[in-house]
């Protein structure tokens, strides 16, 4: 599938269920990986078409030796980079 194909598959199937409504605040949680920073990408190209507002919010569970802070500190210019609103709470968790 193409790019501008999935686009048109996600507007098309937020349209059809009423999934967003005009002004919604929509709260997308990203974990850095690739299949939410996808959701992150194609709800933040279709935003102003649909007329929703994103925020971001990212969860740092603390853990693999620092690795999720480097996550978090993507995901947190990737929200800055594409200037959307991004929420970072640190939760110090057991493995």
């Known amino acids: 599938m193409q790019p501008l194909e999935l686009k ?11 999934l967003i ?6 709260i997308v949680s990203v ?9 992150l990408h194609l709800l933040s190209q279709l935003r102003e078409e649909l007329h929703f507002a ?14 999720s802070t480097q996550d978090a500190r993507y995901v947190e210019s ?3 980079n594409w200037n959307l609103p991004v929420t970072m709470i640190e939760a ?3 493995e």
């Open 8 to 18: 048109e598959k996600v507007k098309e199937n937020i349209r059809r269920n009423k």
């Open 21 to 26: 409504d005009p002004g919604a605040l929509v």
């Open 31 to 39: 974990s850095g990986g690739p299949d939410s920073l996808c959701l």
């Open 54 to 67: 994103i925020h971001v919010f990212h969860l740092d569970h603390l853990t693999r030796d620092g690795e």
């Open 78 to 80: 990737v929200a800055e």
């Open 92 to 94: 110090d968790i057991e």
